[in-house]
């Protein structure tokens, strides 16, 4: 496994945003291992940081902009491209406001900085994401399809068709992240002639122009188009007699159109968070339906993440504590006690056990015939195995209650019956602060997840 990687030295560019055109320098800064990707808005009070993550995108018209707390950093599609082609783990990058320079269009010109700034190997091992099965994604409003197979390498193929007779239907591949930098990475942002007037209308491509994106006439340009475009770009366009692409602007590549959706891709799958081996196809990709796909892979690294820190009895050597020192610690009691053992017990977690018999109380009452735990004593099983974790440290815990004040994202993904062994797993949030404790709870019954919540404990003493 290669280790993580981040620059050598921080480097700036300088450059305006396509669609605010306002003028921005992004600053590449390095960044210790596990951190991933960082932006911070310097322009802002406190300098606010926003990680790349697919679940903080706001806005996906003509580029990726995340959003934290109401700040935003827009167009970050391009840098995260070439963030992930040049394999970089740990960044934090400074930006004087909201939206990330487009230079040329392409990813290139960020590649370039990177190289210039020196890669360098970090002390920990990257961890990918090892797709385990296969992945389906199709957007019926914008007829788009996403497939994505376990695979042994980062592969990913797209197909376009925008019912164009000068692009036609074309197709790029990236068969591994080695092959970015030659392969992708200078393939420029492209649009329609027709939209230009639209997009404008609608407050974008403000700091769009001739050098910085391939414009396609789908029919010969009129004078009084010419004109407006002109205008829009403030750049002189001259007519041509057919349909093709404005001012004539050499293509780097032959399907240099469906290269750059590629590039898109690659860097709007950046917002994953974590490198990834998989084989994806894409038919018809954009900005809204890549991190559509994106959520829905993050979904599935959160369920392997989770099953893989599956705990086991046979895992622990000996108990932390019994059933008696428990009682030491709650003042619950049978049959409102749903903790037999604490497993494990750490600075920022708690692993308790509870065998759940078939003579259990409520059992009698909830669906005799057929038993299942109520969910609601599932979560009173959390809520004890955490209290466990907020009084084990105080001098006389037996003197303290904890009275749970807020549950949230409470999930009951199986029914729990009698025979199973529940594993109750409490993770602190961030620390005990002012005698508040927020930890995520999950109950584990053999290899499945049967029950996770959010639960917000004030420590009280009567």
């Known amino acids: 496994m290669p280790f993580q990687q981040t620059i050598a030295k921080p480097i700036s560019i300088s450059g305006k945003g396509l669609h605010t055109g306002k003028a921005c320098t992004v600053t590449l800064i390095p960044a210790n291992e596990n951190t991933g990707i960082i932006y911070k808005r310097t322009d802002i009070h406190d300098s606010p940081e926003i990680p790349a993550d697919c679940e903080l995108v706001v806005d996906v018209r003509r580029g990726t902009t995340i959003e934290k707390n109401k700040v935003k950093v827009s167009t970050v599609e391009h840098l995260m491209a070439a963030i992930v082609g040049c394999e970089i783990d740990n960044l934090l990058i400074e930006l004087n406001t909201q939206e990330i320079p487009i230079l040329d269009g392409s990813a290139y010109p960020f590649v370039q900085l990177i190289l210039q700034a020196g890669i360098v190997e970090q002390k920990e091992k990257r961890v990918y994401f090892h797709l385990d099965e296969t992945v389906r994604f199709y957007d019926e409003e914008k007829d788009t399809e996403y497939l994505a197979v376990p695979y042994e390498k980062y592969s990913l193929t797209t197909l376009i068709d925008f019912n164009s007779d000068v692009i036609g239907k074309q197709y790029a591949e990236l068969k591994e992240i080695k092959d970015f930098i030659p392969e992708l990475s200078s393939s420029r942002t492209f649009c329609f002639l027709h939209e230009v007037e639209q997009l404008y209308k609608h407050g974008l491509i403000k700091g769009g122009d001739l050098n910085n994106a391939i ?78 796909f994106a959520k829905i892979l993050k979904k599935r690294v959160t369920e392997i993440r989770k099953l893989k820190s599956v705990p086991k009895p046979e895992d622990f050597n000996h108990p932390v504590y019994e059933l008696n020192d428990i009682k030491k610690i709650l003042p ?29 109380d409520y059992f009698k009452g909830h669906f005799p015939s057929k038993p299942i735990m109520p969910g609601v004593l599932q979560i009173e099983a959390m809520a004890q195995t955490g209290g466990i974790l907020a009084l084990h440290k105080m001098d006389h815990p037996e003197e303290y209650l904890t009275y749970f004040s807020r549950i949230e994202n409470a999930k009951f993904h199986h029914p729990i019956i009698p025979g199973d062994t529940m594993i109750i797993k409490m993770c602190l949030n961030h620390p005990i602060k002012l005698g508040v404790a927020s930890m995520h709870g999950i109950i584990y019954v053999r290899d499945q997840i049967v029950c996770e919540a959010d639960l917000t404990a004030k420590i009280f003493k009567p």
């Open 215 to 292: 414009v396609i006439a789908e029919k010969q340009i009129t004078h009084k188009s010419a004109e407006a475009i002109a205008e829009i770009f403030q750049q002189d366009i001259h007519t041509i007699p057919q349909k093709g692409i404005v001012n004539n602007i050499k293509l780097r590549y032959p399907n240099e159109m469906a290269r750059h959706k590629l590039l898109d891709l690659v860097g709007d799958l950046a917002l994953v968070g974590i490198p990834m081996k998989a084989k994806i196809f894409a038919s018809k990709p954009g900005h809204a339906s890549n991190i559509a």
């Open 332 to 360: 619950h009691r049978e049959p409102f006690l749903f903790l037999d053992k604490i497993l494990e017990l750490t600075e920022t977690s708690v692993t308790g056990l509870k065998n759940v018999t078939a003579n259990e």
